[in-house]
Every structure is written in C-alpha cells, then in structure tokens.
C-alpha cells in the first residue's frame, strides 16, 4: 500500500470512499458535486482526495492540521448546548473555490504544505474528553471532504457519549449525504448567498445542492442544525436577497431554524472589500424577523443580535457578549416566563455543565500530541 509522507511522521494512506474506477485510469469520486475525474498521481479540487495506483485515497484521514478548544457559540450555534466548550478540528484542502475564505491558509493549502499530526479517531475523542468538551466539531476547512474520518471519529464518540458537530458549507451528494449526517448530531451550514451568480464567480460552486443538503436536513435526518449567511459589502448584501433569502428557508424549513447573520472581513481574495456594517446586520436581522424566522441572530459584532428571546412573549432567554453566554434562564429548553418549547439541544446534565469552564479558545496541549499550533 502507497505511503504517505507528513510532517508529523509517516503513516500508511487510507482509501477513500464514494469513488470509482474508469477504464482510462482516472478515478470518479462523487463525494461532492464537484463530480472529480482524478488521473494517476493527482488529487481532485479539494487536495486530499488523490488517485495513486489507480485508487482513491483519503490525505486528510488521521491528519488534522488545526486542533483547538472553542466555546461552542463560535461555529456558530446558539441553540445545541450552549456555553459548553467544543473540541474543533480541521485539516488541509477545501471543496470550494470561495474568494473570501478566512482559514485560507489551511483551506487553500495540500496535506504537504501544512503542519499536521497523526491523530487517530479514539485519540479524538480522548483528548476532548480530556480537555473536558462534550462535543467534537469538524470545522475550520471542510470536512466533506474528510468524511472517512469524520464517520470514524462519531462512531469513537457515540462510545463515550460525546456529541459531534459539522460546520459545512453543504457541498456533498446524495450518495454521501447519509453515510456522513447520519451519525451527527448538529450541523451549521454556510448558506453563503441566495444567487446563483455570486456562488459561481466567488465560491467556484453552485447553489442548489447546498440547499438540497438543508432540505435533506430538516426533511431526512434530526440532526439539529443553524444557518450562517455571512454578508460582504457589494457582493450579497442586497437587501432583497437577503429577503428571498430568509423566505426561502421560512418555506421549505420552517421558522424555528436559527439563521445567523455575520460580518466580513477583509481577507484572502477580498481584501479590497469594506467590512460589513453593523447597520446591515442590523437591517438584515429585521428582514428575516418580519418574514417571520423567529431565531435571528448577529455574528462577529457586539450586538444584542446575539441573544436569544422567546418568540412568544419576547422574554430574554439567554444573554450572549460576542461568544461568552452570560446568562442562560432557560428552564429545561423552555422560556421560564409563558413556558413555550424552545426548540435546539439544550445543556441538561452535571457533565454538560461541568464542561463550561474557559470560556477562551485556546490551543490543545494532551499527552504525546504536545502542544499543537495553528
């Protein structure tokens, strides 16, 4: 079997899944709608899936290249155990081409150009339950296209009763959408504009199968998942499309998914970009609330945008400062105050509890894996 050189040692290379051989020697891997035909020696769009001997391998299976502690509001999800931390990990490579992309330099990169550590899915999940995480989140690049160790890694967690969390950008097939969400237990999607023109020139993809993937979600699986939408200045900041957007998701998902409004930055590509304006969270979170979502929030600012608050009696449920929870009056998932069901996967035990300690990110340092930079 071909090997497989990194910078945190050698390890034997693991054969992808959702692939087939052709008869020209190419592979046809169907992950993702990107549909790659990868020839001998190379790797498809994302880097990590590549074709040696005529067989798809997976480069980023047991090698992540980013391993941290986040407070689980950072992903974002404000509805599935809040103010608990989460073990957050990436590797190399992306399936998107987006121009704005804030983990550049690890999404834009092949496994051979980035610090990575073989880290096995048991020892995973030992070093969140180490670091005291009740939850294990695949972020940072995209983990589709990791699948292989993302499934590997929930089937170590269910063992030990640790939850596990995809941050996506909803870029995967049918074949493989269950063999992936079926073993997750939350997800937040970056629905990242409600043009096809804006994915095709700034993303390299297309829309439509990420809102199929939202449709699978809500209609096929239950697994609890949130919305981001991050807004950048002239490209997908229009307030109609903002409005299409948020009917859209009242249509076909219904208004109890929380939608997330975020804010840009300058980087990557889009450096010539302004940061997005607090008025236009501001503007967009009005929109979406009078089509009737009725969990709305604001990411990357200081904002009241980031609380939540019953729908029903407008109450204040749970009181945010940028990722910190500072109050939480829920009262077992419900609003103390008319005692409406507030829906999400709400923090209910002493271990959930006990896990919200720091509430700052901060880098993994476990036994033999030393400390781990990013």
């Given at each position: 079997m071909p ?262 930055h300058p ?57 910190d929870v ?49």
């Amino acid at each position: 079997m071909p090997t497989l050189k990194i910078s945190g040692g050698t390890s034997k290379l693991h054969e992808a899944r959702w692939w087939e051989a052709e008869p020209n020697g190419k592979v046809h891997c169907y992950l993702c709608p990107r549909h790659c035909h990868i020839g001998e020696g190379q790797a498809g769009f994302c880097f990590i899936r590549a074709n040696e001997g005529g067989k798809l391998y997976s480069l980023g299976y047991a090698h992540p290249a980013a391993l941290q502690i986040d407070p689980i509001e950072k992903k974002p999800l404000n509805h599935f155990l809040p103010g608990t931390r989460v073990f957050s990990m990436g590797t190399a490579g992306c399936n998107m081409g987006c121009f704005f992309c804030q983990n550049w330099d690890i999404s834009k990169s092949r496994a051979d150009q980035v610090h990575s550590s073989f880290v096995p899915p048991e020892d995973v999940v030992m070093l969140a339950i180490r670091n005291g995480c009740p939850s294990i989140a695949f972020t940072y690049n995209e983990p589709t296209i990791w699948g292989e160790y993302v499934i590997d890694i929930c089937h170590a967690a269910k063992e030990h009763g640790i939850k596990t969390v995809m941050v996506s950008n909803g870029y995967v097939t049918r074949e493989a959408f269950h063999d992936i969400y079926d073993h997750i237990d939350a997800a937040n999607i970056d629905l990242k504009a409600f043009t096809e023109t804006f994915y095709g020139r700034t993303t390299l993809t297309h829309l439509q199968p990420v809102l199929d993937t939202l449709q699978w979600l809500k209609n096929e699986t239950n697994v609890w998942f949130e919305i981001t939408n991050l807004i950048i200045p002239t490209l997908n900041d229009a307030p109609a499309e903002t409005r299409a957007l948020a009917e859209w998701i009242f249509t076909h998902l219904g208004p109890d998914v929380p939608l997330h409004f975020t804010a840009f930055h300058p980087d990557f590509k889009l450096r010539d970009k302004p940061r997005t304006a607090p008025e236009t969270l501001h503007a967009a979170r009005a929109t979406a609330l009078e089509v009737g979502l009725h969990y709305v929030y604001e990411g990357n600012i200081y904002s009241d945008g980031a609380h939540t608050s019953c729908p029903l009696c407008k109450a204040l449920l749970i009181r945010r400062s940028w990722h910190d929870v500072e109050e939480n009056r829920l009262a077992d998932g419900c609003c103390p105050k008319c005692g409406l069901a507030i829906p999400g996967r709400w923090a209910n035990s002493s271990a959930d509890i006990s896990a919200r300690s720091s509430r700052k990110a901060e880098t993994v340092t476990a036994g033999r894996y030393g400390e781990l930079n990013f």
